[in-house]
């Protein structure tokens, strides 16, 4: 049982280049979201979606992109990544968007020089 | 006021210890409350949801204090393995009531 499954683990981009965080799950949740976890700042959300199709901004949403073209998909594109987005991300999904318990993934360490 | 607070430790316990966490909210539209755990350099999981009654899980007790806008968790009986970062959860942020807002965390130790 997969669960939600990201890639990379890791990854270490100079500045200025793009990626994209790949999120998967295999449980059929309507709702899927990314967080970034920084020391001292706790868990912040950054995009989130509702459905397929759906997709919308969270707390911390400049520098990132994401689409929602399958249910089972949640990418998360660094358009031009900055020392600042350096962070461990997070994909989490939850049957609905009001219901259940928000199941994550196992992190992505991304640093940015 | 931030959305989710928490006092953020570190809590250093023995063995057996009872401890207790705090958590406050802002948004009073709120209706769905948790605690989560994070191991050190792992993902966070759902520990127990908080129901307006309170409830218990074994060694774990909730509550939940609407008038006050106030959640706790209780541990009995500290073990080793409770040593973690406890997240505090309510729902209600970022444009969805469906959106979950964490804490900062409480950090635990337990020691020997």
């Known amino acids: 049982n997969a669960g939600v499954t990201q890639t990379p683990k890791f990854q270490v981009l100079k500045t200025g280049q793009s990626m994209t965080l790949q999120c998967a799950q295999d449980?059929?949740?309507?709702?899927m979201s990314w967080y970034r976890q920084d020391p001292g700042m706790g868990l912040r959300l950054i995009h989130y979606?509702?459905?397929?199709?759906?997709?919308d901004q969270g707390e911390v949403p400049n520098g990132y992109n994401v689409s929602r073209s399958t249910t089972e998909d949640f990418p998360l594109r660094l358009l031009s990544a900055a020392p600042s987005q350096t962070s461990v991300y997070f994909c989490?999904?939850?049957?609905?968007?009001?219901?259940?318990?928000?199941?994550f993934g196992e992190g992505s360490r991304l640093t940015v020089l | 006021r931030k959305e989710v607070e928490q006092d953020p430790g570190p809590f250093n316990v023995p063995e057996g210890a009872t401890v207790a966490f705090n958590c406050t909210y802002s948004?009073?539209?709120?209706?769905?409350f948790f605690w989560y755990r994070q191991d050190c350099r792992k993902e966070p999981k759902l520990l127990m949801s908080v129901y307006s009654s309170g409830n218990e899980d074994g060694r774990f007790t909730a509550q939940l204090n609407r008038a006050s806008q106030y959640i706790s968790l209780l541990i009995r009986d500290s073990k080793l393995s409770d040593s973690a970062t406890y997240l505090c959860?309510?729902?209600?942020?970022?444009?969805?009531?469906?959106?979950?807002?964490f804490g900062k965390g409480t950090k635990l130790s337990v020691k020997p």
């Open positions: 989490a999904s939850r049957p609905r968007a009001d219901t259940g318990e928000l199941f």
């Open positions: 959860v309510v729902n209600g942020g970022g444009g969805s009531q469906g959106n979950l807002i």
């Open positions: 449980m059929n949740h309507e709702y």
């Open positions: 948004n009073s539209a709120s209706q769905s």
């Open positions: 979606s509702v459905g397929a199709g759906i997709t």
